[in-house]
T-cell receptor
């Protein structure tokens, strides 16, 4: 149980393109999902907290107009990287909080490798 | 800002050896979690510790939470190549009660 699916797993696109990444909780509902960014050999850095039915909460330094988050249902959050540039290339990982589990753990997707040419 | 320092950053051992990795902070955490992440995948939750002095076992993995709830350790007995991965500790973040802050991780390589 507690499976989180992230799609696509990797994407390569040209500079200036907008890219949408989906995060789905497959067997549980999640009012709260999270988006992280991970650079090579580094840890996960929280970008934003996605709240179902309301605006996302962004961490300091993360441009909300650059990284658009939509959490329209209890099982789906999307992250759109708008007008992507090479410096946006990274590994993006989502997680969903399981409110029914012990200590309400976060379950992670398998990440999306984004490469901007 | 609550920081989690993990050590060592990298560990390369032979199959069958034992090892311990550490997660330390100057702050008190209400709980700590340990994750393992394999290349190209998301982290997988191994355990959550919540009580000072708590010890939890998961097969060959033993997790301990310090009495003061400022540090934790992960001990692996008789490591196997399948244990290879990035081990991350995480605790509640400052951005909200449900956010997590991660340490930088310990990269473990177990060779046959």
């Amino acid at each position: 149980g507690a499976v989180v699916s992230q799609h696509p797993s990797w994407v390569i696109c040209k500079s200036g393109t907008s890219v949408k990444i989906e995060c789905r909780s497959l067997d549980f509902q999640a009012t709260t999902m999270f988006w992280y960014r991970q650079f090579p050999k580094q840890s996960l850095m929280l970008m934003a907290t996605s709240n179902e039915g309301s605006k996302a909460t962004y961490e300091q330094g993360v441009e909300k107009d650059k990284f658009l988050i939509n959490h329209a249902s209890l099982t789906l959050s999307t992250l759109t990287v708008t007008s992507a540039h090479p410096e946006d290339s990274s590994f993006y990982i989502c997680s969903a909080r399981d409110e029914t589990g012990d200590y309400q753990p976060q379950h992670f997707g398998d990440g999306t490798r984004l490469s901007i040419l | 800002t609550q920081l989690l320092e993990q050590s060592p950053q990298f560990l390369s051992i032979q199959e069958g050896e034992n090892l311990t990795v550490y997660c330390n902070s100057s702050s008190v955490f209400s709980s700590l979690q340990w994750y393992r992440q394999e290349p190209g995948e998301g982290p997988v939750l191994l355990v959550t510790v919540v009580t000072g002095g708590e010890v939890k076992k998961l097969k060959r993995l033993t997790f301990q939470f310090g009495d003061a709830r400022k540090d934790s350790s992960l001990h692996i007995t008789a490591a196997q190549p399948g244990d290879t991965g990035l081990y991350l500790c995480a605790g509640p973040g400052n951005s909200g009660y449900s956010t997590l802050t991660f340490g930088k991780g310990t990269m473990l390589l177990v060779s046959p």
